[in-house]
């Protein structure tokens, strides 16, 4: 059958809809109208876009060619719509009931039904796609060659590796956590714990060993999984020194076994040793297991396949609870309707595991429908700009999906870069934060060579899966728009007041959800009261049995425009968002607290050109305390050490007093204003007015420095 023949019996007349998209008419909607409109006058400082159709070569060839998609998930079919992204993945017992919402907002789906996400990753792809790459893994040396990982290849592996897990002890329910870098193994363990049913719950590989500390200890992991080293901008990471430290930092949990996995098997890579009785070197181990085979443990759909730990406004990250049935099911759905995947496509996320991005859109999606999906170990600038580029043409890559952050760093350094190589994109997509229309624009030209359909992915570690951005073979692309809410996803825009703001309105508000999804997480771990409260206090009926009662509230601000394209505005409370990642205001003003000058601390974002944003911290030295430029260095270093390195601050300017509110709450918006060389606006209002002067001359006043 041809593709032709797939679309014709999708129900659409390709030729009319091309002919529309031609005469300016683009499904489902009509954007001429929104030409008229202009956003020149909003609240936003950004100009109008222009519309820029996909490639008819792209709409021919992508899973998703009905328009009609956008009426099958519309909320008179809701929630059975989601019927269809459940039917994607193999049940060993089908579900009773599509949504449980007796108890809002803990929405349960698929109930009734069991499955096993390994299962459905690995074992039902092997009768046609056996001997087809499940992962390429490629090495951050050059000279090292790419890993083709076949899909019996990663059966083999991770039934050995499921094997040796419950030799270790793990049973089913038990979360074990990762502090695992960017290599395959990364999967092969997650996809082992589903296999078993044990939960896992992957650290960032780049973050502390405190911050490892923490996550153990709030998820109860007795088991620790990591790797000796790895290969990170041109040097080895001795990686397992960390789980030495990550081990003695906790505090109310005891890890008793550290597993570690070799990179390069056979041969320990790490300065530290091994502690009799503790830990395991996995490679070693694994000689026991040749063979094995471990049957994928039938789970119900509502049980939770990983923990996703996630900055929050206090100082405490908030695991992430995600289902296996719900998840995955959305995972698949939007792998391939969004992502276009294929099985015969090559599908790139620059992106790290360790965050939501990778788990969802590495790994379980793209696995759950058998993609070859590429892992890339080391970074994209080292040892030069075109990296990325010479992977795009070694592995055929079609599909190439990274952050605003990693494509601003590649324009920088590489500029021309990629008209040096020979690939082809089909799709590009971005995420994790919003991308200005400029570096849009050099990504599509540049990176796409003009060929590519971009599509810009809005959505939260909380959501699990994309649900902000177009399909992209049914709607034109906008620069710096994430377009419209996915199949199934209403999203509203509310003000401070709860009144729904209208599109077309010009004015921004909050961004809220006004169904749930099965993507969506489960609860946060272990506290309930906190994932109501955070989510859904803001703008639902509280106490309402009427699961219509509830807005996801996504704490994102958002402006919509006449054509129904939205447009994220960032983070409404105090969590900054440097390179994509989402850091707690809270979690780094605690680290900076914790240095004994320091009585204060209040952080705020600072636009920056390549990272988009970066952290500025001011600081209140308590009486008796000195400024030197020795304190600034050692306050960095010790947010650097609690959190990891990516949360170091830029600047710290150490100030006699902050603004404040007369109720005493610091304002971190005249803070902002100063690093940013914006305008304060009206100050009079607060309890000391007479201090932004003096911190703005003192702050402005600074040549800016290099930082290292
Ligand atoms: C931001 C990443 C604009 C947003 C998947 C959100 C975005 C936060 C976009 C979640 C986008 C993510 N356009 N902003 N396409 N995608 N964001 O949990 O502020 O790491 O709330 O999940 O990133 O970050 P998180």
């Excluded at 030799?167 to 997650?190: C, Q, Y």
């Excluded at 109720?663 to 209002?685: F, H, P, Q, Y």
């Amino acid at each position: 059958m041809s593709r032709a023949d797939v679309i014709v019996k999708g129900g659409l007349n390709m030729t009319e809809m091309i002919k529309e998209r031609q005469e300016g008419i683009f499904l489902p909607f009509a954007p001429r109208e929104y030409n008229e409109v202009g956003e020149e006058a909003i609240a936003v400082h950004w100009k109008e876009e222009e519309l820029i159709q996909p490639k008819e070569e792209f709409i021919r060839q992508a899973n998703m060619t009905d328009v009609g998609i956008y009426e099958r998930f519309s909320e008179k079919n809701y929630p059975e719509c989601f019927k269809e992204y459940a039917d994607m993945l193999s049940w060993d017992r089908y579900w009773t009931e599509t949504l449980d919402a007796s108890n809002p907002p803990f929405f349960k789906w698929f109930v009734g039904g069991k499955l096993n996400a390994c299962y459905n990753c690995v074992d039902r792809h092997l009768q046609k796609y056996g001997n087809k790459a499940a992962i390429i893994f490629a090495p951050e040396p050059e000279d090292e060659p790419y890993q083709f990982i076949t899909y019996r290849e990663l059966h083999r592996r991770v039934n050995e590796f499921a094997a040796l897990l419950l030799d270790m002890g793990v049973k089913e329910n038990d979360v074990v956590t990762f502090h695992l870098p960017m290599v395959a193994e990364l999967p092969i363990s997650m996809l082992a714990c589903a296999r078993i049913g044990a939960i896992h719950s992957e650290v960032f590989g780049g973050f502390s060993s405190k911050a490892v500390a923490e996550r153990a200890d709030d998820a109860e992991s007795k088991v620790l999984i990591t790797m000796d080293s790895y290969h990170r901008s041109g040097r080895v990471i001795d990686h397992k020194a960390r789980a030495d430290e990550s081990v003695n930092q906790c505090k109310e949990t005891k890890i008793e076994k550290v597993l570690i996995w070799e990179r390069y098997p056979g041969k320990y890579s790490s300065s530290t040793p091994l502690v009799e009785g503790r830990d395991y070197l996995i490679n070693d181990l694994l000689e026991n297991y040749r063979g094995r085979r471990v049957k994928p443990l039938s789970k119900p759909a509502e049980d939770t396949l990983f923990l996703m730990y996630t900055s929050g406004t206090t100082a405490r990250p908030k695991g992430c609870q995600h289902s296996i049935g719900g998840y995955l099911s959305y995972v698949a759905g939007t792998s391939k309707h969004l992502f276009d995947i294929h099985p015969e496509d090559t599908y790139w996320c620059l992106a790290d595991i360790g965050w939501i991005t990778g788990h969802s859109y590495i790994v379980y999606g793209p696995l759950s429908i058998a993609a070859t999906s590429v892992i890339f170990e080391g970074t994209p600038t080292y040892p030069d700009a075109g990296r990325s580029w010479r992977i795009a043409e070694d592995l055929h890559v079609n599909i190439f999906h990274t952050s605003p952050t990693m494509i601003r760093m590649i324009r920088r350094d590489g500029p021309d870069e990629p008209d040096k190589y020979n690939y082809h994109f089909k799709l590009m997509c971005t995420v994790g934060e919003a991308i200005e229309p400029e570096v849009w624009r050099w990504y599509y030209d540049k990176v796409g060579k003009g060929e590519a359909t971009i599509i810009d992915t809005w959505w939260q570690t909380e959501n699990g899966g994309v649900i902000g951005s177009n399909l992209p073979a049914l709607r034109a692309m906008k620069p710096g728009s994430c377009g419209i809410g996915m199949p199934g996803i209403y999203p509203v825009i509310f003000d401070e007041h709860g009144n729904e703001i209208e599109k077309g309105s010009g004015k921004a508000g909050n961004i809220c959800i006004k169904r749930p999804w099965p993507g969506s997480f489960q609860t946060i771990w272990k506290d309930p009261d906190r994932y109501v409260e955070t989510y859904y206090s803001k703008y639902s009926k509280l106490g309402s049995k009427d699961y219509r009662d509830y807005y996801y509230f996504a704490g994102d601000g958002a402006v919509q425009a006449a054509d129904g394209s939205f447009r994220i505005l960032g983070r409404i409370d105090d969590v900054i968002n440097v390179a994509g990642h989402r850091l707690g205001a809270k979690e780094i003003e605690s680290s900076s607290g914790t240095n004994e000058e320091v009585a204060e601390s209040a952080v705020v974002a600072k636009k920056d050109a390549i990272k988009g944003t970066v952290v500025d911290l001011y600081v209140v030295l308590k009486p008796g305390f000195e400024p030197s430029k020795e304190l600034e260095a050692k306050i960095r270093n010790k947010v650097s050490t609690d959190i990891g390195p990516i949360a170091r601050p830029s600047k710290v300017h150490i100030v006699p007093d902050m603004p404040k509110t007369r109720s005493g709450k610091i304002m971190r918006r005249v803070l902002a204003a100063i690093s940013n060389k914006e305008d304060v606006g009206d100050v009079t209002s607060l309890a000391n007015p007479e201090i932004v002067e003096v911190i703005k001359n003192q702050v402005q006043g600074q040549r800016e420095s290099v930082l290292v």
